[in-house]
T-cell receptor, first 112, second 110 residues
């Protein structure tokens, strides 16, 4: 059974705080993704990574950074959280863009 | 950049009727088209996918059709049941990543 685990299910942070969202996989997949999900906007790609220490910007990278020091772990960092970053964050993995993607359970982040 | 448009955004059907969700894509090089279902409070999960070498694929009550010329693909659910209520996302691969539609909320009326 594929496991993609996000560190928190719910998170409440204050404006200006540095926020870390962690994603860990047990499938040994090369590709890891961070999406943001907002009603009516679908899944928007923030950053992705094809390999350790490698990262690529997605469609909405502003205000975010990522880290991938180990193959199984991909972290999303909000350097200075703002209220417009209140959202559901989903981590996903796959072994190629023409293969099944597996998602984490999501982290609902509220910035107050 | 490349995009995927999905319609309708909300679809309400009577239990037992059929539901059709449509997507169009922009990248003519796309060759993989998955559909994901996200139940309330849960993670998206793959329900069916189609590759560009076939025009139709069926799995019990769900089917997907692909028209590469028109860059259009559709999800068909027959004999809808309450457990089909969810948000459905289409996607197309482009430049080593998936481009996602905005999602369709399917409501099954009893």
């Amino acid at each position: 059974d594929v496991k993609v685990t996000q560190s928190s299910r719910y998170l409440v942070k204050r404006t200006g705080e540095k926020v870390f969202l962690e994603c860990v996989q047990d499938m040994d997949h090369e590709n890891m993704f961070w999406y943001r999900q907002d009603p009516g906007l679908g899944l928007r790609l923030i950053y992705f990574s094809y390999d350790v220490k490698m990262k690529e910007k997605g469609d909405i990278p502003e205000g975010y950074s990522v880290s991938r020091e180990k193959k199984e772990r991909f972290s999303l960092i909000l350097e200075s959280a703002s209220t417009n970053q209140t959202s559901m964050y989903l981590c996903a993995i796959d072994s190629g863009s023409n293969t099944e993607a597996f998602f984490g359970q999501g982290t609902r982040l509220t910035v107050v | 950049g490349e995009n995927v448009e999905q319609h309708p955004s909300t679809l309400s059907v009577q239990e037992g009727d059929s539901a059709v969700i449509k997507c169009t894509y922009s990248d003519s090089a796309s060759n993989y088209f998955p559909w994901y279902k996200q139940e309330l409070g849960k993670r998206p999960q793959l329900i069916i996918d189609i590759r560009s070498n076939v025009g139709e694929k069926k799995d019990q009550r769900i089917a997907v059709t692909l028209n590469k010329t028109a860059k259009h693909f559709s999800l068909h659910i027959t004999e809808t049941q309450p457990e089909d209520s969810a948000v459905y996302f289409c996607a197309a691969n482009s430049n080593y990543q998936l481009i996602w539609g905005a999602g369709t909320k399917l409501i099954i009326k009893p």
